[in-house]
């Protein structure tokens, strides 16, 4: 809905009236009081402020999402290194002196150590 608004030079009550009981303000910036441009100012201030403080909280977010993978990739090698020292552990070194048949504890003992 749109009105338009009285001259203030011809009624200056009605002109008072009808700008003191606009919803959304009126659309010419000349006409705006000097409080609610300032009003309007402190409010993009604010609301530049929260987008910053939004997008330093999303960064922080990935930061912390990025070292859990580093941190899960770096437990995942440490167990995959673990898995192939005990699989070292059970490796036997062949040696043609030794004659397997006749021991039957070598393997035992290779992984008791």
């Known amino acids: 809905m749109c009105a338009e608004i009285p001259d203030a030079d011809v009624d200056k ?13 009126v659309c010419s910036k000349a006409v705006i009081p000097k409080e609610q441009a300032l009003a309007n100012e402190r409010t993009k201030e604010r609301m530049a402020k929260m987008g910053t403080e939004r997008h330093s909280a999303r960064l922080e977010d990935a930061r912390l999402r990025a070292r859990r993978s580093c941190s899960v990739a770096s437990d995942l090698l440490c167990s995959e290194q673990n898995q192939s020292r005990d699989y070292n552990r059970l490796a036997l070194q062949y040696d043609s002196a030794d004659d397997y048949n006749l021991s039957p504890h070598v393997l035992s003992d290779t992984m008791n150590e």
């Open 13 to 25: 009550d009605l002109h008072k009236v009808a700008t003191k009981n606009m919803i959304h303000g």
